[in-house]
């Protein structure tokens, strides 16, 4: 099977609010940043198009073809669409690639997250007899999880706390960070619960933005002449969405797809991690196998800012960066959707 | 719901959701100049092309429509319908005619109603004009012009429809 | 280019959903009409509450109906402090994961009680019916500490 190549990211800063913003004018300067570092005009000069997001986000009907409007589609281009996070449009843009179907792929995600009531937007993706109908928030789902995990004794408070002050240490150095600091494990400790045994803290920021990628064949990133790393792995599973008939305190579906992935056929240096809370972190890096020689979430992961519908892609694009820079040789990028975990995706890259 | 003996095998699930939207910046530039009663377009650096109601991007470039021009309000119709069904909530009454009219010194319709106008007359090619409600009731929305009436101009040719300057017709008939 | 004011409008969406329940969650949403509970055995024998149509595991279709007790225990809990417009119950509550007596694996509903340090994991709970029960999940109206 060809390897991929990974030519070009970008993501916008995550903030609380894009103001005036609109989808289109979230998502053109992101894609001008990508054709930029490939040095095309715009998505007419690759073969194919996909792009994740969520219309329930902002609640504007068909605003996924209103994306559209950023592309410069016309002529009409080859394009798709997944409602969901932008890894599995990265995942789909890779099949089209490995089917011979194209030599090259641009790939974003968007989400406008502040018009609405995100959390009870998400209880609507839930089983609509039996829990959709009582509008359960994902975040009151995550709370019972990691009752679950501290209660078994498999984790305590201070290691959730331990995650999210790496979260915002490592954030001050993510320039498109939302939250970013000095927290120490003690000062999390202190501060009351939100959504007990959640604090505040422990839960990642409602983020609006978008990120990009460009991807191609290997053959065709040497044309482009620019630094490329390379998908050796890709796998993603899903759980049953009976929250009852899940191990919550576990993630047999990202176990599998990194088996899948390949993620233990070598050293991984660097890892990010698509953990929207604290304790979740810890589920995936066990999950992974991940160890000590692992650094895990350097951007500060999802808890520093979460740009729902594309923090999946992003995951896959700061362990892009990672290596393009030098700082790793080998990484993992992480995906998530639905409540506690239940479908994850899993890839690894390498240095070319 | 079923009677108290039936078995459940249906349910109605109603989901409400509220939001708080937010015009992008592009179209809030336009409508906050029609709540002046002003109709401005938006310009494609690239291919030049004019869109009104703007929705910050140049569709055909994927560029950002960033300069900005005053339209005058006669437009031409490039198609429309005859709706012989009313319009729930509107004092509006069937017949009545939706047509896609494009501004003059614009490369793109919009939809919009047409009145003063006898149905059968009606015609691709046809001019009209915006008949606006009184400026106190101007607001940040297109429904500042309560319809667009029949012009005395001559019909503009297919090829021509959407192609005319700012000028109008007349400034095209001078050329 | 002139700045752009930002201007926003509320709104609400509406989807008028109705569903078919099919004969296994139809039948517990019956049962629930009738202010009992009931799951389905999955194949290793656990009993699952609410119904699922297939086994998760094996992908089998699931028949076999077993009444349980609309009393249980906490398996996990979340305290909302803050409960939002949409939660069912506008004083602080919880969120459970409860195992009804007679079911193996727990369910999703609230439970009612006064304060956060009223509740702990393996409290036990029991059902409360709506006035009037209609056969849709909300017929439990929350579960109250026994």
Sequence with gaps: MRDIAIVAYHQSRAVADAGACNEVEMIMPVLNEVYGQVGINNAQDVDFVCSGSCDYMQGAAFAFVAGVDALGAVPPIKESHVEMDAAWALYESILKIRMGSAESALIYGFGKSSPGELPIVLSQQLDPYYLAPQWIDTVSLAAMQARLLLEQGVITERDMAAVVSRSRRNARQNPNAQLAGDISVDDVLAEETYLSPLRRVDCCPVSDGAAAMIICTEDKAREWGVPYALIRGIDHRIETHHIGMRDLTDSASTRLAAERAGVGDGPVDVAELYAPFSHQELILARALGLGEQTDINPSGGVLAGNLMMASGLARVGEVFNRIVAGEAQRGVAHATSGPCLQHNLVTVVEKA | ?175 | MPESEILNQAFELGYTYTRSTGPVVGRFLTGLRDRKIVGIRASDGRVVVPPMEYDPDTAAELSEFVDVSSEGEIVSWAWVKHPREAHPSTEPFAWAMIRLDGADVPMVHWVQAGDESDLHTGARVRARWADETVGFITDIAGFELV
């Design chain 2, 1 to 175: 719901m079923a009677d108290q003996q039936d078995t459940i095998t249906g349910i109605d699930v109603p989901v409400y959701l509220k939001y708080n939207f937010t015009a992008g910046a592009g179209p809030a530039r336009f409508l906050s100049q029609v709540k002046n009663g002003k109709l401005t377009g938006q310009r494609c650096p690239r291919c030049q092309q004019v869109y009104i109601p703007p929705r910050g991007s140049c569709a055909a470039c994927g560029v950002a429509t960033e300069e900005e021009l005053v339209l005058p309000d006669k437009a031409t119709v490039q198609s429309f319908t005859i709706v012989s069904i009313p319009i729930p909530n509107n004092p509006i009454k069937p017949p009545y005619i939706i047509a896609n009219l494009v501004l003059d010194g614009a490369n793109i319709s919009f939809i919009h109603l047409m009145s003063e106008c006898v149905n059968e007359d009606v015609r691709i090619g046809q001019r009209v004009q915006a008949v606006w409600k009184p400026e106190e009731e101007w607001d940040y929305s297109m429904d500042n012009i309560r319809y667009f009436k029949p012009l005395d101009e001559p019909d503009v040719p297919v090829a021509q429809i959407g192609k005319l300057p700012v000028s109008g017709w007349e400034g095209m008939s001078d050329a």
